[in-house]
């Protein structure tokens, strides 16, 4: 175990430019899939918050007995789509916008007659409050005969709906090609080595080491740069955050990763270091069978 | 210990390097291969050692038909090989004592019995005073012993040498061989490919002479075999 840990961090001091670009290559592919994580960390807790207040306003028309409106409220609380399901009179609605509308307190005050119509007040419940749910029940809603209107933030829902899409896929994309060329340099990094060693691990097989032993330290190699990459990608982004934080302040309680989080972005470098030297080491343990078995004496 | 049985092997461009070669050698043997470059030796010691496969016939090896052999099996029957070469194959960036400990360490030996045994080892190639050299601070001679010295310390039933004193000045040569007679005294069988044909006539040792990859001569055989044609 001894050796294995030597052998590994011997290549760290012979090679510390290979080394040093390895570790910030795969640092630089987690820290834009970082990036695009808090992004879409922080957007989800927006909109879930947002989505809280996704409302649906259903103004009745005057003149509708009470008997019908109190019918028509219990079958709408028995859509599966709706949470609760509120009725706000003509005077609640007068009263609420002379409270909440500062600017025309003074409007409402000389109004002779009430222009606000009474309304049911609708909210969904968590999982329906997309575009295509909130669509699908205002439809329903419009249905009733003595409903006049129905009104809902179609398009701002629709909009994040689309941004929320798109982060996801896009920081996905974009740091699955980070990541691939991570896998490459770090694979080209460790050939490298491999190729430099080439006589050692020559002379490790005549002695008897087995392939396991040759690429143990290959592959402790390649996951301590992973480790690293990823330990430097999760610091990057705590600086990134913490400076967006500064500069942003409107932004109110920004979300950083959970423990648990920063701990599968650095065990993400980790495989990722893994991987590339497997594949490279893996290749030339074949190659140097194969060679030998070709070379005439 | 060893046997050969019709071994032939043919590389992908077509060359010819070994054609039905067949011998046996026993417990306890010294064995000189002998012929001129490309006779076949280096080619015949790659196929004992399983670094290159026969393309037919078969290989034994301590019981092995090292053609089968996989993987760790190639690994581990290695660990019970000597193997030393014409170039030595040391590491030059690290000392003697650590060439020879290398050999143990790639095994899992523990580390206490590595230090004790590389140094045993080492005194018994007389480099006992030189552990702490690098290669480059010996003399050819002395870097063959190290080489020795790293393929006896897994203690080898078999000692493959591939032209051991092919780069050595006389006296190193006598200095090499002295140390293979008693290698093999001690029970080791010892393989050794050379041209060096005063060294094969100081000896009654076996000899098997090759010839364009055909056994032509097997002085355990006292008769000549036919050359190919």
Same mark, same amino acid.
């Given at each position: 175990?001894?050796?294995?840990?030597?052998?590994?961090?011997?290549?760290?001091?012979?090679?510390?430019?290979?080394?040093?670009?390895?570790?910030?290559?795969?640092?630089?592919?987690?820290?834009?899939?970082?990036?695009?994580?808090?992004?879409?960390?922080?957007?989800?807790?927006?909109?879930?918050?947002?989505?809280?207040?996704?409302?649906?306003?259903?103004?009745?028309?005057?003149?509708?007995?009470?008997?019908?409106?109190?019918?028509?409220?219990?079958?709408?609380?028995?859509?599966?789509?709706?949470?609760?399901?509120?009725?706000?009179?003509?005077?609640?609605?007068?009263?609420?916008?002379?409270?909440?509308?500062?600017?025309?307190?003074?409007?409402?005050?000389?109004?002779?007659?009430?222009?606000?119509?009474?309304?049911?007040?609708?909210?969904?419940?968590?999982?329906?409050?997309?575009?295509?749910?909130?669509?699908?029940?205002?439809?329903?809603?419009?249905?009733?005969?003595?409903?006049?209107?129905?009104?809902?933030?179609?398009?701002?829902?629709?909009?994040?709906?689309?941004?929320?899409?798109?982060?996801?896929?896009?920081?996905?994309?974009?740091?699955?090609?980070?990541?691939?060329?991570?896998?490459?340099?770090?694979?080209?990094?460790?050939?490298?080595?491999?190729?430099?060693?080439?006589?050692?691990?020559?002379?490790?097989?005549?002695?008897?080491?087995?392939?396991?032993?040759?690429?143990?330290?290959?592959?402790?190699?390649?996951?301590?740069?992973?480790?690293?990459?990823?330990?430097?990608?999760?610091?990057?982004?705590?600086?990134?955050?913490?400076?967006?934080?500064?500069?942003?302040?409107?932004?109110?309680?920004?979300?950083?990763?959970?423990?648990?989080?920063?701990?599968?972005?650095?065990?993400?470098?980790?495989?990722?270091?893994?991987?590339?030297?497997?594949?490279?080491?893996?290749?030339?343990?074949?190659?140097?069978?194969?060679?030998?078995?070709?070379?005439?004496? | 210990?060893?046997?050969?049985?019709?071994?032939?092997?043919?590389?992908?461009?077509?060359?010819?390097?070994?054609?039905?070669?067949?011998?046996?050698?026993?417990?306890?043997?010294?064995?000189?291969?002998?012929?001129?470059?490309?006779?076949?030796?280096?080619?015949?010691?790659?196929?004992?050692?399983?670094?290159?496969?026969?393309?037919?016939?078969? @290989?034994?090896?301590?019981?092995? =038909?090292?053609? !089968?052999? &996989?993987?760790?099996?190639? /690994? +581990?029957?290695? $660990?019970? #090989?000597?193997?030393?070469?014409?170039?030595?194959?040391?590491?030059?960036?690290?000392?003697?004592?650590?060439? @020879?400990?290398?050999?143990?360490? =790639?095994?899992? !030996?523990? &580390?206490?019995?590595?230090? /004790? +045994?590389?140094? $045993?080892? #080492?005194?018994?190639?007389?480099?006992?005073?030189?552990?702490?050299?690098?290669?480059?601070?010996?003399?050819?001679?002395?870097?063959?012993?190290?080489?020795?010295?790293?393929?006896?310390?897994?203690?080898? /039933?078999?000692?493959?040498?591939?032209?051991?004193?092919?780069?050595?000045?006389?006296?190193?040569?006598?200095?090499?061989?002295?140390?293979?007679?008693?290698?093999?005294?001690?029970?080791?069988?010892?393989?050794?490919?050379?041209?060096?044909?005063?060294?094969?006539?100081?000896?009654?040792?076996?000899?098997?002479?090759?010839?364009?990859?055909?056994?032509?001569?097997?002085?355990?055989?006292?008769?000549?075999?036919?050359?190919?044609?």
């Amino acid at each position: 175990m001894r050796l294995l840990f030597r052998e590994a961090l011997l290549s760290f001091r012979r090679a510390p430019v290979l080394s040093g670009l390895s570790i910030t290559t795969i640092a630089f592919s987690l820290f834009t899939i970082g990036l695009f994580g808090l992004v879409a960390i922080n957007l989800q807790r927006a909109l879930e918050g947002l989505e809280e207040r996704v409302e649906i306003v259903a103004f009745i028309m005057r003149g509708t007995p009470a008997e019908s409106i109190a019918q028509a409220s219990q079958d709408i609380a028995a859509f599966p789509e709706v949470q609760d399901v509120g009725y706000v009179s003509e005077e609640q609605a007068l009263a609420r916008a002379r409270r909440e509308l500062v600017e025309f307190r003074d409007a409402y005050r000389d109004l002779q007659v009430n222009p606000l119509p009474p309304s049911l007040e609708l909210r969904l419940r968590p999982g329906f409050r997309d575009a295509a749910h909130v669509g699908a029940v205002a439809e329903r809603l419009r249905g009733f005969s003595f409903i006049e209107d129905v009104r809902y933030g179609r398009e701002w829902i629709q909009r994040l709906d689309h941004l929320r899409n798109l982060t996801g896929v896009l920081g996905l994309v974009i740091g699955l090609v980070f990541a691939t060329v991570a896998m490459v340099i770090i694979g080209v990094t460790i050939r490298l080595t491999l190729l430099q060693r080439a006589r050692e691990i020559h002379i490790m097989r005549l002695v008897g080491a087995t392939n396991w032993f040759i690429r143990g330290p290959f592959l402790l190699e390649g996951a301590l740069k992973g480790i690293l990459g990823g330990l430097l990608a999760v610091a990057l982004c705590y600086g990134g955050f913490l400076v967006f934080r500064r500069s942003a302040e409107s932004f109110n309680g920004l979300l950083f990763f959970e423990p648990w989080q920063a701990a599968v972005i650095i065990g993400f470098g980790m495989l990722m270091g893994l991987g590339g030297s497997l594949l490279s080491v893996g290749r030339h343990l074949r190659r140097m069978g194969g060679r030998a078995d070709r070379r005439a004496s | 210990m060893i046997r050969l049985s019709h071994v032939h092997k043919t590389f992908p461009n077509g060359a010819v390097a070994l054609r039905d070669v067949s011998f046996h050698v026993a417990r306890g043997e010294f064995v000189f291969l002998t012929g001129h470059s490309g006779a076949g030796k280096s080619t015949l010691l790659k196929l004992l050692y399983a670094e290159q496969r026969p393309s037919s016939g078969e @290989v034994r090896v301590s019981g092995h =038909v090292v053609s !089968a052999l &996989k993987g760790d099996q190639i /690994a +581990r029957l290695r $660990r019970r #090989l000597g193997i030393i070469f014409q170039d030595f194959r040391l590491l030059e960036d690290r000392t003697a004592a650590e060439n @020879v400990a290398f050999a143990l360490e =790639v095994t899992g !030996a523990r &580390k206490d019995a590595i230090a /004790a +045994r590389a140094s $045993r080892v #080492l005194a018994q190639v007389g480099l006992a005073s030189k552990s702490r050299a690098y290669p480059r601070e010996l003399s050819g001679g002395e870097q063959q012993r190290v080489a020795m010295a790293r393929a006896l310390v897994n203690d080898p /039933a078999i000692l493959l040498a591939d032209e051991p004193t092919g780069n050595l000045d006389e006296r190193a040569t006598r200095g090499v061989f002295q140390l293979l007679r008693d290698i093999n005294a001690g029970g080791t069988v010892v393989v050794m490919a050379t041209h060096d044909l005063d060294l094969v006539r100081q000896t009654e040792y076996r000899t098997i002479e090759m010839r364009e990859g055909a056994v032509v001569y097997d002085s355990a055989d006292e008769a000549p075999a036919p050359g190919p044609q």
